[in-house]
Structures are given as structure tokens and as C-alpha cells.
């Protein structure tokens, strides 16, 4: 009797896991829960193998390859972003990205250029930044390093900022705002590199998937991204989406890579830090995303006091 409970026991929960294992390779999205849920699906393969492990045990054979199905399902997931690719031949321009969100601009401005000196990025890409936080990191200095700017503050979460050591300008396709008041933005530009070289970088800030309208802002505003293709371009930021959205591995698919996925560390998380106990569950929602043709030399996750969110610091060599 009990190896029986024990047995349908397991069988819920490898219905359960290959129900969300499903879900997660055919691409559908259902509205709210699982454009959440969905983040953690690191979690849910890692959780795959104990239901085996206790198949195993009790060697039960449909069991067993019920629970091994979902498990390699998992694996075809998620593996890969744990497993280092090759890059394209490039022997252009190095450039050193940095993006932080800044939670409503609630970090210290002496940490934030403090941690700017001393990781020296070409480009900084600041998200939820303020007029006063601009004014304050400007008079500490800020500029000295990164002397061109281009700067959309605004208040709480809508506003970002592009500083940079090479020239900036606007560029020539902004992306439409949302339609929704108060929402992120993102801010696009393009730098002008040593030896006359351009790229577009886009300081990305979607919506997340969250109740009421930001749901369908979260989605639209991951879409408004200009997919790769034509001029080189990388967009660097707050996705507020994981590779196990099918809204951001379709934008991917336009010709971009995944800078953390691309060096093997598909799952540095980012999300949240901030205010959260230790052993709360972290997702990867902050990306660089690098036209293909660019190759990735390093990505690293950097702590920031008093933001949710890690900092991303991605070097790329240029074609």
C-alpha cells in the first residue's frame, strides 16, 4: 500500500513537471503566472531528478522513463547555457559594457562611481535613473571617465541614461515608447569607436511581466527591440525576461547571442538581491545581447549596494 501511494505520488509530480517542461519547449506563454513561473525553470530541472531518484529506488520501470523523459526535456533547456560556444573571427575595437539598474535610483551615487573607476567601463548603461541622481553622479564626477552622455531621467522606473569614454549620438531609429504612462523606456544610441567604427547600443529597460496591464506592456515592450541584422548593434540592460521566454529567445533569434549563455554562464542570476532572504529563488533577467557577428571575451555579474538587481560588465571585440 505504501509503495503504491508512493508510486502515484511521483507520477503527479512527473505529470506536473512534463506539464511545465511542455510548456516551456512548444514556446506557449499563458497570460501572468506563467510568464512568471516560467523564470524559474532552472529550478524546476534541477527538482526533475530527485522524482528519478526515487524511481530508481523503487525501480519502477515506466516510472523510470517517465521521470528520465522530462529530465533530458529539462536538460534541452537549460544545458546549454552552462556549455562555453566558439565567437566569430574579430580584430576590431574592445568595448567594456556596463548596465546596472539602479532601483529607482536608490544606490549611493559615491558607490555608483566608485564602482565605475574602478571596473573602468567604455560604456555605462544606467537604468531607473532620476535628475537627481544625474546631477549628484555628475558632480562627483562621473564625467570625468565617461564624458559623452546621452540622458532620458525620469521618475521611479521610467527613466535611463548613456554615458560613454567614445562620442555619442542619438540614434537614427528611436523605439517607440509604450503606451502605457510611467512605463521603462529604452534608450538607444550609437558610439563612435576608436578608428572611426559605429555601433548602435541600446540601453534596455522592458516591462515586467507583472498583474494587470504591465503584462501586456511586458511583452509589446521586449518586441519594441530592433532585432539584430544591418548595422552592428547590442542592447544591454533590464529585460525583466529569462532565456525560457519565448518573447526573448525570438528576439535572439534575429541574429543576436546572449553574452552570459554564449561564455557558459547562462545561469549567473541577476534578480532579486535586494531586501530578499538569502535562499529566495534569483532569475536572469538582466542580458547583453551582442550582434552575432561580435564576440563575447568576458561576462561577470557585479554586486551594487542597494539595487535588487546585479550589474552586468560584458567585454566584446568588434568585427
Not at 541577476?270 to 547583453?288: G, S
Request: glycine letters at 6%.
Amino acid at each position: 500500500m505504501r509503495r503504491r501511494l508512493g508510486e502515484a505520488v511521483l507520477w503527479l509530480t512527473v505529470a506536473a513537471l512534463a506539464g511545465w517542461a511542455g510548456l516551456r519547449l512548444c514556446g506557449w506563454e499563458p497570460k501572468f503566472v506563467w510568464s512568471q513561473l516560467v523564470s524559474f525553470t532552472p529550478y524546476a530541472a534541477a527538482f526533475s531528478v530527485v522524482p528519478l531518484g526515487f524511481a530508481l529506488y523503487l525501480r519502477a520501470g515506466p516510472l523510470i522513463a517517465a521521470a528520465l523523459a522530462v529530465t533530458c526535456a529539462f536538460a534541452v533547456a537549460v544545458l546549454p547555457r552552462v556549455l562555453p560556444e566558439g565567437n566569430p573571427p574579430a580584430a576590431g575595437p574592445v568595448l567594456r559594457v556596463m548596465a546596472v539598474n539602479l532601483l529607482h535610483s536608490s544606490v549611493l551615487p559615491p558607490v555608483l562611481v566608485e564602482t565605475v573607476e574602478r571596473e573602468r567601463p567604455d560604456v555605462l548603461h544606467l537604468l531607473e535613473f532620476t535628475g537627481l541622481m544625474q546631477k549628484r553622479v555628475e558632480e562627483l564626477g562621473l564625467t570625468r571617465s565617461l564624458p559623452y552622455r546621452i540622458v532620458l531621467p525620469g521618475e521611479d522606473s521610467s527613466g535611463a541614461a548613456i554615458y560613454s569614454r567614445y562620442p555619442l549620438r542619438a540614434a537614427d531609429r528611436p523605439i517607440a515608447a509604450p503606451a502605457f504612462e510611467g512605463s521603462p523606456r529604452h534608450l538607444p544610441a550609437v558610439v563612435t569607436l576608436p578608428g572611426g567604427r559605429e555601433a548602435e547600443i541600446v540601453a534596455v529597460h522592458a516591462c515586467a511581466p507583472s498583474e494587470g496591464w504591465r503584462t501586456a506592456c511586458w511583452a509589446s515592450s521586449v518586441r519594441a527591440l530592433p532585432p539584430a541584422g544591418g548595422p552592428l548593434r547590442i542592447l544591454a540592460g533590464d529585460f525583466n525576461s529569462t532565456l525560457d521566454h519565448a518573447v526573448l529567445r525570438d528576439l535572439i533569434a534575429t541574429g543576436y547571442r546572449d553574452a552570459a549563455d554564449v561564455t557558459g554562464k547562462g545561469l549567473s542570476m541577476t534578480w532579486p538581491y535586494y531586501e530578499q532572504p538569502r535562499l529566495f529563488p534569483k532569475v536572469a533577467i538582466d542580458h547583453v545581447l551582442a550582434d552575432r557577428r561580435i564576440a563575447v571575451q568576458s561576462f561577470r555579474t557585479l554586486r551594487v549596494p542597494r539595487t535588487d538587481h546585479r550589474a552586468t560588465l560584458t567585454e566584446l571585440v568588434l568585427p
